[in-house]
């Protein structure tokens, strides 16, 4: 059974920063399939935010490229979202996610959801 738990969300002022966790259990990730998270405002459609694959390539959305940092520590089985500088459109569900197909916020499996707020 694949299980993806989040941690690290919170409330923040703009400028600030936080560090979200990802702890993954059952998923093996693959040259075709990546890990990576995803946030969903109200209102809005859902966002890629970045991505990492098996032999760690990373990508960014340009909304969050040069603020965000994604990583992975293989022996703990966890993902990590280095959050910094962060603005009141960052306010959003941030969601960890793995087996990625398709395009856009297209995975298999997803954590719960951490809520993140950013005030100005």
């Known amino acids: 059974e694949v299980q993806l738990v989040e941690s690290g969300g919170g409330s923040v002022q703009a400028g600030g920063s936080l560090r979200l966790s990802c702890k993954v259990s059952?998923?093996?990730?693959?040259?075709?399939?990546?890990m990576g998270w995803y946030r969903q405002a109200p209102g809005h459609e859902c966002e890629l935010v970045s991505t990492?694959?098996?032999?760690?390539?990373?990508w960014y959305a340009d909304s969050v490229e040069a603020r965000f940092t994604i990583s992975q520590d293989n022996a703990k089985n966890t993902m990590y979202l280095q959050m910094n500088s962060l603005k009141p459109d960052d306010t959003a569900v941030y969601y960890c996610a793995a087996g990625r197909y398709g395009s856009g916020c297209r995975f298999v499996y997803r954590g719960q959801g951490t809520q993140v707020t950013v005030s100005s």
């Open positions: 990492i694959n098996d032999v760690g390539s990373t």
């Open positions: 059952g998923f093996t990730p693959s040259d075709d399939s990546d």
